[in-house]
């Protein structure tokens, strides 16, 4: 944002100033225009302290506290320029349309600052997920170092052989272990990030929506500045939009790496509507209207409306059948292989177990009844997820729903 443009209120602000005040409001637009917030805030609280009716002392007290706050430590900034720019509007002698011209000033300052600290928030969360990333891969090169000791070991003949094999393998194991919990962490600590991110901007819908409505109200300056950070405000949504889905995604595509055998499985599965990685998504949605202007949104709620209506009891049980008929095949081999020992070489006992081995493969790339149904949705509702695009000139500041904690 141009921080010049505050010198368009110069002659409004000063006029409405008493003769002695109107130094001071001189040297706090001279502060705001140079970008020195700080003492704007000293020199606002100077008029204040001298005359609390002074409405030009509330107004550029809440538009250089505009500037400073975040969403963090200095959340106290953003609540005080709000109370600020109120008590200057109950107070001030200006036209309706010289009020507006403040208001729209102060919505830009926000949405500019809040842009600044939206970007920071997302950048932090790639960051995470990359690292994130790269403690998955440490943990997938543990293991493989693990199978690889345990085989060696399994093949050494001698006794330090074995025990340097075994050890190999139990330390590649913890690796691989500690690398994967590192990996939660990270995620878990993006999902916190991004969710701060979501309902930070999501404050400032309301106040972009009505800025829009007021744009051509505005004089030229103030119009063109407003309009600027506008569009620069709906880069950032699409920005956000489009990292939200990057990380449903990732949720989405570690699921359907997990064993459909697995507990983890059936639980992340019917859980995946309603993680946090869903919910920031479908909220988000929401705020900006995507329903009006993406048609292919409906298609994902379909999908996750299938999701959330799978049974789990009848996932147990289709589970359970699956195991019934490739454990049983397998335990089958294991009992025709030792009745076969006893009358020479073994052959149909472990063409069996392997048959039973085959059978689980088979069932855990495609498994039967609902279980099938399961994954099937889940790999249909990522694979919709990767078509959903979505660039700055499909969110439409029209078609917003402004949130109950807007800043209006």
């Known amino acids: 944002m141009n921080s010049s443009i505050f010198k368009t209120l110069k002659d409004n602000f000063v006029n409405a100033s008493s003769q002695n005040n109107r130094s001071t409001v001189e040297l706090c ?12 805030v000293d020199l606002s609280e100077e008029l204040i302290k001298k005359d609390i009716n002074d409405s030009v002392g509330w107004a550029t007290k809440a538009l250089s506290q505009a500037h400073l706050f975040d969403y963090h430590n200095n959340l106290f900034f953003l609540k005080s320029s709000l109370t600020s720019l109120d008590e200057f509007k109950s107070k001030t ?4 349309k ?3 011209a403040v208001e729209a000033i102060f919505v830009t300052t926000v949405l500019d600052r809040t842009i600044t600290l939206v970007t920071e928030r997302v950048e932090e969360v790639i960051e995470l997920r990359r690292k994130a ?9 543990a293991a493989i170092g693990a199978a690889m000791s345990a085989y060696a070991g399994s093949q050494s003949k001698s006794d330090v052989g074995k025990m340097l094999g075994y050890g190999g393998a139990i330390a590649g194991a913890a690796a691989s272990s500690h690398f994967n919990s590192n990996a939660d962490l990270l995620n878990s600590a993006s999902k ?5 991110a979501v309902a930070n901007i999501s404050m400032t819908v309301g106040s972009a929506m009505t800025l829009k409505r007021n744009l051509n109200e505005l004089d030229f300056a103030v119009r063109d500045e407003a309009t600027t950070t506008l569009k620069n405000w ?7 939009y489009q990292q939200v889905i990057e990380n449903l995604l990732v949720y989405g595509e570690e699921l359907k790496k997990k064993n459909v055998f697995t507990k983890s499985f059936r639980e992340a599965s019917i859980n995946i509507v309603n993680a946090p990685e869903a919910n920031q998504f479908i909220y988000l949605s929401k705020i900006l209207g995507i329903e009006n202007s993406i048609p292919q949104f409906k298609e994902l ?3 996750m409306l299938r999701l959330r209506e799978i049974d789990e009891s009848e996932i147990k049980s289709s589970v359970k059948t699956m195991q019934f008929v490739a454990g049983g095949t397998a335990v089958l081999g294991l009992i025709v292989t030792s009745a076969e020992q006893d009358k020479g070489e073994p052959v149909i006992g472990p063409a069996l177990l392997w048959i039973g081995i085959l059978i689980y493969g088979f069932f855990s790339w495609k498994p039967l009844g609902k279980a099938g149904e399961l994954k099937q949705s889940v790999n249909e509702f990522v694979d919709a997820m990767k078509n959903f695009k979505v660039t700055s000139d499909r969110i439409i500041v029209e078609n917003m729903i402004p949130q109950d904690k807007s800043l209006n």
């Open 29 to 40: 637009i001279t502060e705001l225009s140079s970008g020195n917030f700080p003492k704007a």
């Open 93 to 96: 002698s200006l036209s309706s």
């Open 133 to 141: 990333m790269a403690e998955k891969s440490k943990a997938r090169a």
């Open 301 to 303: 709620e379909a999908h």
């Open 234 to 240: 709906i880069n950032t949504l699409a920005f956000l």
């Open 98 to 100: 010289e009020i507006m």
């Open 192 to 196: 916190g990030v991004f969710g701060v």
